[in-house]
């Protein structure tokens, strides 16, 4: 079953005309010909933005039930929808940033990377007839992953499986040394900070160059966000997610609003609006600071501006 919109747009404003037909595109609407347009069944209420807007400035627009009469209609009403030639263009992107990592700066080849990422996902939600399409995508966007880590992030953990965070007492956790990744990058910083303002404030760091030898964590010191660490990724939480979970710090709305953006910036997923300015700002530390140690105190200022913004209601709006 399909539902078809037929419609006759308004000669003016020419801004609606574009609009309407931007978003037949972005809803991956099968046409039938120009001014009759099919959505499946069940998608059907995706058309009803579209309705009122076109009626709203003088033109007409319908939604009827249409049902193939015979297998063979319904194929081609179905090959309407066909994602191929998308899947194919998306699959280009890939290996053209695949093959251009070596020439390119780590926040523009991972800003690159979100957005491959992001285009995937809105082609996926189009996608109302998948076949094996959609695990080819998936599995060359992992490997994508792999290559930016292992070109800019080496040693970036793999995530345990989600058996469950255990709670633990931040008074038993003071005066420590934590270990983790030297050049730490957003969620490492992030962390790195998490640590010293809520969870132990007299916290050292310590900075491993090769932290698949460092397991366990190197004598009387926490490891995190490295395989074999204690804190490390868990199903799809980053590190900064986990420690919040561990320690009782995931009901506070400024710092889920900061794990978000880290979770965006170290995974990808949905984007986050403070996302792209954080990442600048934290590119240019980490060219200003080739020291870790103060490059972490540099870092925590941002976070505690992130921090107090999301306290005050003056964070950009999601």
């Keep these: 079953m399909f539902l078809i919109l037929i419609l006759t747009l308004p000669t003016q404003p020419n801004a609606i005309r574009v609009r309407v037909w931007r978003s037949l595109k972005a809803l991956g609407c099968g046409a039938l010909r120009d001014g009759a347009y ?36 319904r194929d081609e009403m179905v090959a309407l929808f066909d ?16 093959s251009e990592l070596d020439s390119l700066g780590e926040t523009e080849a991972r800003r690159r990377g979100r957005s491959v990422a992001e285009a995937l ?52 956790f003071q005066g420590k040394r934590w270990a983790t990744r030297a ?34 964590a190197p004598r009387g010191a926490l490891g995190f966000d490295y395989d074999g660490a204690r804190f490390t990724h868990v199903g799809v939480r980053v590190t900064f997610e986990v420690l919040l979970v561990s320690f009782g710090l995931d009901d506070q709305a400024p ?37 870790d140690d103060a490059l972490v105190k540099a870092a925590s200022a941002v976070f505690d501006a992130m921090h107090a913004a999301s306290q005050s209601g003056e964070a950009s709006p999601s």
């Design 121 to 172: 996902q809105n082609l996926l939600r189009i996608d109302y007839y998948p076949g094996a399409a959609p695990a080819q995508a998936q599995a060359a966007l992992e490997a994508l992953r792999q290559a930016l880590d292992a070109r800019f992030s080496h040693g970036e953990p793999s995530a345990v499986a989600n058996h469950g965070i255990e709670g633990l007492d931040a008074c038993k």
């Design 183 to 216: 050049r730490p990058w957003a969620d490492r910083l992030a962390c790195a900070w998490l640590i010293r303002r809520f969870i132990d404030p007299a916290a050292t760091f310590l900075w491993l160059k090769e932290p698949s030898t460092a397991k366990p």
């Design 83 to 98: 994602r191929s030639e998308a899947y194919a263009q998306w699959q280009a992107s890939v290996a053209q940033l695949k």
């Design 38 to 73: 099919l959505l499946p069944a069940a998608q059907g209420a995706l058309f009803d933005p579209l309705v009122d807007e076109v009626q709203a400035h003088g033109g007409t627009a319908s939604v009827l039930d249409l049902s193939p009469r015979t297998p063979s209609q």
């Design 255 to 291: 710092l889920q609003r900061v794990a978000k953006v880290i979770r965006y910036l170290d995974a990808g997923g949905i984007p986050a609006p403070e996302a792209a300015g954080l990442e600048t700002v934290l590119s240019g530390l980490r060219a200003i600071h080739l020291d």
